[in-house]
């Protein structure tokens, strides 16, 4: 069995015991209701009677806590089906690069990428990139860049025109649009290695980039 059709059978599993759980939460409250309402009526004061007032105010009660319950398991569901959706989307990601907020770049071969994102476009654009001690290595103007987020390539050479040794590098990156700085977001490329749970949802591991929230992950390739 794939980890897909795995992940599959292990949602609707999960899907099933949540609608099963929460149905009989609902029941029991009912009955809980129910019981302590004619507890009550068996109990009355015979020469105090209770009013049609009172007990149409008690019914009125069990309708809206039934209301309330059923509203609570309608999120639950969701809420479920929300968490499973994301899940399954994590599991498909598996052997995919992905650009999350970082500074980390890593050259391997003769050339690599990195990403920024922008909230508005700019008119100068200019990288720097570093060595593992802090020492710049590169500067790159890279000129006007749009809205949105962009593939920044380097080509592995150093300001010198010398092949860069393979390895880890960091990179920083200048925006500025009518001589007014603009904040830009640097972005690292990665491999989803594999998925886990955490409390906020699936956590992607990526590696050197460490584990990562599904909602960071800016774009997939």
Do not use: C
Request: glycine share 8%; no cysteine; proline share 3%.
């Amino acid at each position: 069995m794939s980890a897909i059709q795995q992940a599959s059978s292990q949602t609707a599993a999960s899907a099933a015991t949540t609608g099963v759980t929460a149905k009989k939460n609902v029941e029991d409250s009912q009955d809980r209701f129910l019981k302590l309402l004619v507890t009550q009526m068996k109990n009355q004061d015979p020469l105090k009677p209770l009013d049609n007032a009172e007990v149409t105010s008690q019914l009125a009660q069990i309708s809206t806590v039934t209301g309330i319950d059923k509203l609570n398991t309608t999120l639950q569901l969701l809420t479920s089906d929300v968490e499973d959706s994301l899940s399954m989307e994590a599991t498909g990601m598996i052997g995919h690069s992905a650009f999350v907020p970082g500074t980390a770049i890593k050259l391997e071969g003769d050339s690599t990428v990195a990403g920024i994102e922008l909230a508005q476009p700019v008119d100068h654009l200019k990288v720097t990139i570093m060595d593992s001690a802090g020492i710049p290595v590169r500067h790159m103007d890279l000129g006007a860049h749009p809205t949105g987020i962009s593939t920044i390539p380097w080509d592995g050479l150093t300001d010198s025109g010398a092949k860069a040794a393979v390895g880890n590098y960091t990179f920083s990156v200048n925006a500025k649009q009518d001589g007014n700085e603009i904040k830009a977001n640097t972005l690292s490329l990665g491999l989803v290695n594999s998925v886990s749970s955490g409390e906020n949802g699936a956590l992607l591991d990526m590696g050197e980039l460490g584990l990562v929230s599904m909602s960071d992950v800016k774009r997939v390739f």
